[in-house]
């Protein structure tokens, strides 16, 4: 076996005993929806991030889609966000009816280009695509800025420095996609619980809290969001002792037991795993620290990545798909993150944009490369991996 790009094998090694405790735990009392794990995950995620609640959910999608749809962001709204991300953050905000106003990104942080917010809304108010580039449907109508939808990308923090203000002065709802993030921190705050009116969490498996499966989690500190969002996720039920009694439409948004008792096992080893990937992420910085054009990551200023991936980008003009196969002659598996914006995407073909009107994120996309990233990567195959990519640059 080559290298792995990361390593659940080695995480799972060492609380294996602790795991198998659990789930037995759940085999043993049987309530494999909503049990006793479900709301002891909550309340130490919301320990954990200083939020004041935390409800869990199928997935980080769901997540997201829990929230805006408590907001009843819809039809005639605008939502902003950024198009250098999985595809999971503008569908949700475009499967509401609302329209996602995409900006560029940062180019150093990759993170949405906090300083171009405030043109942006103004662009939306005038559909005006002069000031900043907007899909069809905000010149045809009128949009309401009514969200914000920043990312936390490979788990570094958006500049809320810049967006925070902006958003609180033509009232935006602002609500963190931290799928990413989650064990990150920004000016003290832990990333999912950052100054956002809600936050977003995927523990899919390879996130850097991931469960063996799919599973998600809203954070707030807003208790009628909270309530709705519980509500919600349990088809619109009114409350936990009248689960026929419905009075929204809701979904099934409903975490398993099993994947909450495999987060709660994980949680025990959460901060030492960050620990881990900031070295492992000073390691690669340090080894790459020579290596000709290539542009290293950066935390936005005040931020802790939990680096869930550790992304350069290569020299312009170098060809990445040789590269790629070089390192992967070596045996060094490599990743591209994002290959394509969200703007050109097809499934976003009915906006409208056109790949010159994000010029960053076009580049950046041509350009990335994520190297293997784990709390467990050795000292060894990281030099590894240094002088592999080294190598392939070379040869050009
Ligand atoms: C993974 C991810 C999601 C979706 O999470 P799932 O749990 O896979 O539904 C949303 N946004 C971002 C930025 C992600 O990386």
């Given at each position: 076996m080559g290298m792995p790009f990361a390593d659940l094998g080695a995480q799972q090694a060492r609380i294996r005993d602790d795991l198998d405790a659990r789930i037995r735990k759940v085999l043993e009392h049987g309530q494999y929806i909503m049990g006793p794990e479900v709301g002891e995950l909550e309340k130490r995620l919301a320990a954990f991030t200083g939020a004041r609640r935390c409800v869990a959910c199928a997935s980080g999608t769901n997540a997201l889609e829990l929230v805006l749809a408590a907001w009843g962001i819809g039809a005639g709204d605008a939502v902003f966000t950024t198009p250098f991300t999985f595809v999971a953050t503008a569908e949700t905000i475009a499967r509401t009816g609302a329209v996602p106003i995409f900006l560029d990104i940062h180019p150093r942080t990759f993170n949405?280009?906090?300083?171009?917010?405030?043109?942006?809304?103004?662009?939306?108010?005038?559909?005006?695509?002069?000031?900043?580039?907007?899909?069809?449907?905000?010149?045809?109508?009128?949009?309401?800025?009514?969200?914000?939808?920043?990312?936390?990308?490979?788990?570094?923090?958006?500049?809320?420095?810049?967006?925070?203000?902006?958003?609180?002065?033509?009232?935006?709802?602002?609500?963190?996609?931290?799928?990413?993030?989650?064990?990150?921190?920004?000016?003290?705050?832990?990333?999912?619980?950052?100054?956002?009116?809600?936050?977003?969490?995927?523990?899919?498996?390879?996130?850097?809290?991931?469960?063996?499966?799919?599973?998600?989690?809203?954070?707030?500190?807003?208790?009628?969001?909270?309530?709705?969002?519980?509500?919600?996720?349990?088809?619109?039920?009114?409350?936990?002792?009248?689960?026929?009694?419905?009075?929204?439409?809701?979904?099934?948004?409903?975490?398993d037991t099993i994947q909450a008792a495999v987060l709660l096992a994980k949680l025990e080893i959460f901060e030492e795993e960050r620990d881990l990937r900031s070295a492992v992420a000073r390691i690669y910085s340090a080894l790459l620290a020579d290596a000709d054009g290539?542009?290293?990551?950066?935390?936005?200023?005040?931020?802790?990545?939990?680096?869930?991936?550790?992304?350069?980008?290569?020299?312009?003009?170098?060809?990445?798909?040789?590269?790629?196969?070089?390192?992967?002659?070596?045996?060094?598996?490599?990743?591209?993150?994002?290959?394509?914006?969200?703007?050109?995407?097809?499934?976003?073909?009915?906006?409208?944009?056109a790949p010159h009107d994000f010029p960053r994120t076009q580049e950046i996309c041509r350009r990335v490369l994520s190297l293997p990233m784990h709390p467990y990567l050795s000292r060894e195959d990281q030099e590894k991996v240094a002088e592999s990519l080294k190598a392939a640059l070379r040869a050009g």
């Open positions: 949405i280009g906090a300083e171009r917010l405030e043109a942006a809304i103004q662009a939306v108010r005038q559909r005006d695509r002069s000031l900043h580039p907007l899909p069809d449907a905000a010149v045809r109508g009128q949009l309401a800025p009514r969200a914000l939808v920043p990312v936390d990308i490979f788990g570094n923090a958006a500049d809320y420095d810049v967006l925070l203000p902006v958003a609180e002065r033509h009232n935006l709802l602002v609500l963190e996609d931290a799928a990413q993030s989650l064990g990150g921190e920004w000016r003290g705050r832990k990333l999912g619980h950052c100054g956002c009116h809600a936050a977003a969490v995927s523990f899919f498996p390879s996130k850097p809290l991931g469960c063996y499966g799919d599973g998600g989690a809203v954070l707030t500190d807003d208790d009628t969001l909270a309530d709705i969002v519980d509500s919600l996720r349990y088809h619109g039920r009114v409350d936990a002792r009248h689960k026929y009694e419905n009075i929204r439409l809701g979904c099934n948004g409903r975490l290539v542009v290293l990551p950066e935390e936005t200023p005040g931020a802790r990545s939990i680096w869930a991936q550790y992304t350069v980008l290569l020299p312009d003009g170098a060809d990445r798909a040789a590269v790629m196969a070089r390192m992967k002659e070596d045996g060094v598996p490599s990743a591209i993150f994002y290959p394509k914006g969200l703007h050109v995407q097809s499934c976003f073909s009915g906006l409208g944009y």
